[in-house]
């Protein structure tokens, strides 16, 4: 081996470290060969002299990328024991790639000068102390560096450029695969073709990703491996909420090819370690973007309306997408007086309200308030029909006109535009072509002047297609009037659901403000509509919930009056003859009867008869607790018989009240004198 000589009897009584390395595992896996070569190296350290038990073999970076040190642990072990000076030499394959980045071959060459160690490969042995070798290592590394630069830039053009022709061919999503021909089909298989449809489906019917998971459940997707052992094999696995982002989010399926949806970046974390990260980039920077490509599941409109509604459903992103509940401008009210978003709450019984929550943050302002969701629900719901009356709308479709006429105008413009710019390119290039070739001044001049024509055209030529692009699909007028007739219908249907009426609603309003008011009976509330109008309302203030009206006197005398001596079901009736209603205008129930007894502290008339007494009443003769009464009644020591309203009548004898005494006196626990009268006991 050339350089053999270096190899000292110093060397050969330390260790010789190979060092293996292999990128990726699909190296290691189908390059089989240069790994066998690798572990040949600890043959060629015993044939360089050195004792079998001293060669040993680093081969835990096998399958671990090389760019950086950080994750590979034999590469640091390396390092290490180099650094302990037990190392007589390092064996690699190619010691000029031992690190991929020049920084870590740098670090090794200066720790094996420094502890004289020597590094071997199959050109020969370098010795890191001597100038020429040192150099010689240097020089290597660095062109080895240059050449990946160089191979990888090739590459990553001639992929480029098979990419923008829409030729590179990527693995395709499930429902996708291609022909024998190469080209992108549907998958042939119906059971994967229904999956794949069923998820735009679901999508279209639930509104987000996580309710076509729910309508998914029990059932599998399917999923194409590439790759390892299962290469191209279709398995089935239950839908998860990131495979179905996947598929809404993935172009291919409206028949788009793309290429560089995502991008990878080098990142440096906490501990110094370089990391790289993969983030998708933003539809308006993909590189290539080829739409009718193939076909697809659904058209690219729908794409984008995917888009917009993952969009708004993306809580973390600030979206406030529409719930479940009953209160319909849930995530669109605002707090007139902070400026903050108010919350739904929602108190059982499905009643609903509005809250500003910005005493949380110590931003309450006098003007913020609280409101019960049905009466702003009520007026919002008002005010979207009354917008959407068939002379409303008859008023919009001819605005419509309008606007649509305009746009035609627009793209005729831009029509006339692009063929102005096309003519006068034509001018040009007809200028340049007759010019003498030999009067090279006018020839660069003209053809100068050619080149800009041309770009103009590409530029009329985009605005033409930006034009037409913006122009917004009108349904006809027939359909749109007979929805607006059948709407009022439509909303108050017990099969519309909240979450529809929401949408609804969010179609025409922006959002929804309750503005600070001084007079608290009353309530404003702004609308603001997605077409820049706003209109005020102001409403009568709902009472608070939880605080009744007052009851009216004559009902409260009767209570107060009969309540001591007449049951809650007698006072109802009574009631009710007298034609008498709560403060909110219902006829009496026993509940309403219940609160004005606890309001008033109007007492229930006893249940007890003859000779029975209540609990309270017992209690009360005994010094007692009523605990202690009931107790003995639960343990059988003293009868009790219990009404129909639930309460304990006990018949009562002076033989009764005899025996609870001496229950009492006997009890050290009722009666601590009893406890003390005992002989202690003493050791
Ligand atoms: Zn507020």
């Not at 179905?244 to 788009?256: E, I, R, S, T």
Request: glycine content about 8%; overall charge positive; charged content about 25%.
């Amino acid at each position: 081996m050339n350089g053999e000589h270096k190899i000292t009897s110093g060397h050969r009584a330390r260790t010789a470290l190979v060092y293996l390395r292999q990128p990726t595992l699909m190296q290691v896996r189908e390059h089989t060969e240069s790994t066998l070569r690798q572990y040949a190296l600890a043959d060629t350290a015993i044939a360089l002299g050195w004792a079998p038990r001293d060669v040993e073999v680093i081969d835990r970076d096998l399958g671990l990328p090389g760019t950086s040190a950080a994750h590979r642990q034999g590469f640091r072990e390396l390092m290490s024991r180099v650094c302990l000076g037990e190392v007589g030499a390092v064996l690699g394959l190619e010691i000029s790639r031992l690190g991929r980045s020049n920084a870590d071959l740098a670090r090794l060459a200066e720790m094996a000068r420094l502890t004289s160690t020597l590094l071997i490969d199959s050109d020969g042995v370098y010795d890191l102390a001597d100038f020429n070798d040192w150099l010689v290592l240097g020089l290597k590394s660095t062109m080895s560096q240059a050449e990946l630069h160089i191979m990888a830039g090739r590459l990553q053009a001639a992929k480029r450029a098979a990419a923008e022709r829409g030729e590179l061919r990527a693995p395709l999503p499930v429902g996708l695969v291609y022909d024998d021909g190469g080209m992108v089909v549907t998958d042939p298989d119906a059971e994967v073709q229904a999956a794949a449809a069923d998820i735009f489906a679901c999508l279209l019917a639930a509104g987000s990703a996580y309710g076509v998971v729910a309508a998914f459940a029990g059932r599998k997707f399917p999923q194409r491996a590439y790759g390892g052992a299962w290469a191209g094999q279709l398995r089935w696995a239950p839908l998860t909420h990131h495979r179905v982002l996947q598929v809404l989010k993935n172009p291919a399926y409206a028949g788009a090819y793309v290429y560089g949806r995502c991008v990878t970046r080098k990142k440096i974390d906490a501990d110094g370690n370089v990391r790289t990260v993969t983030a998708d980039l933003p539809r308006a920077q993909w590189p290539v973007l080829i739409k009718d490509h193939h076909p697809g599941y659904i058209t690219w409109e729908e794409y984008l309306a995917i888009e917009a509604r993952l969009a708004a459903n993306h809580t973390g992103g600030g979206a406030r997408p529409v719930r479940e509940g009953t209160a319909l401008c849930q995530g669109i009210i605002i707090c007139g007086g902070c400026g903050g978003p108010m919350a739904a709450n929602y108190h059982g019984d499905d009643r609903a309200s509005y809250e500003c929550h910005s005493h949380r943050d110590g931003k309450k302002t006098p003007g913020c308030r609280s409101i019960t969701a049905h009466a702003v629900d009520d007026a919002v719901a008002g005010a979207l029909l009354a917008a959407l009356t068939p002379e409303q709308v008859a008023l919009a479709l001819a605005a419509a006109g309008e606007v649509t006429s305009q746009h035609q105008r627009t793209s005729r413009a831009a029509e006339l535009a692009v063929e102005r710019a096309r003519y006068e390119a034509d001018r040009a290039e007809r200028a340049f072509s007759q010019v003498e070739p030999e009067n090279r001044l006018v020839a660069r001049t003209l053809e100068a002047r050619w080149e800009a024509k041309l770009a103009a055209l590409a530029d009329a030529g985009q605005a033409l297609a930006a034009a037409q692009d913006t122009l917004p699909p009108l349904p006809d007028r027939a359909s749109l009037e007979k929805l607006a007739a059948g709407l009022p219908a439509l909303w108050h249907a017990p099969t519309t659901t909240p979450r529809d009426r929401k949408r609804l609603l969010r179609t025409l309003i922006a959002d929804v403000t309750l503005l600070p008011e001084a007079n608290r009976a009353k309530a404003r509330i702004g609308i603001r509509w997605h077409t820049g109008a706003a209109d005020e309302i102001v409403i009568d203030r709902p009472r608070p919930t939880g605080v009744p009206a007052p009851t009216p006197s004559p009902a409260t005398g009767l209570i107060r009056e009969l309540g001591p001596v007449t049951s809650n079901t007698g006072l109802v009736t009574l009631l009710a003859q007298r034609g008498y209603r709560t403060g909110a205008g219902r006829p009496f129930d026993i509940k309403a009867v219940q609160w004005v007894r606890h309001a008033y502290q109007i007492p229930s008339p006893s249940p007890c008869r003859g000779t029975e007494i209540s609990v309270a009443e017992a209690a009360r003769r005994l010094a007692c607790s009523p605990g202690v009464v009931y107790y003995w009644t639960e343990t059988g020591q003293l009868d009790a018989r219990r009404s129909p309203g639930g309460r304990l009548c006990i018949p009562w004898t002076p033989a009764t009240e005899a025996d609870c005494r001496a229950r009492i006196t006997s009890s050290g626990h009722l009666n601590p004198a009893a406890r003390r009268t005992r002989p202690r006991q003493h050791r």
